[in-house]
């Protein structure tokens, strides 16, 4: 099963198990790792999932679509960057085997 770390702003790193086709964000929650609030429950309407990507995933994964719903959430984001995304727009798959996320201070 892939594994994602997830690591806080203090620099706690949490690994954990997440099946292919869950999202990031739900692996987080499924898994109570601190700092992914997912107010919304991964309907990509709060930008409470934000999380930084290292440069090696966000060439993988991509940025988000401009104009989607997602790059909007992510401009009420709390300190977005050109490496944020939504956690619950990032679905697993054995290539993302190894993942790792930061997350922002805070979510609101």
């Known amino acids: 099963m892939p594994k994602v770390t997830y690591i806080e702003y203090n620099g706690t790193a949490h690994t954990v198990d997440v099946p292919v086709g869950v999202s990031v964000m739900r692996g987080a929650v499924d898994n109570n790792v601190p700092g992914i609030d997912a107010d919304c429950g991964g309907e990509c309407a709060c930008a409470t999932c934000h999380v930084y990507l290292e440069p090696e995933w966000l060439e993988k994964i991509g940025t988000p679509v ?10 009420f984001a709390a300190v977005a960057q050109p490496d944020s995304r939504l956690s619950c727009q990032i679905k697993m798959t054995e290539e993302l085997d190894g993942l790792v996320v930061r997350m922002p201070e805070g979510q609101h």
Do not use: R
């Open 66 to 75: 401009p104009g989607s719903q997602e790059a909007s959430m992510l401009s």
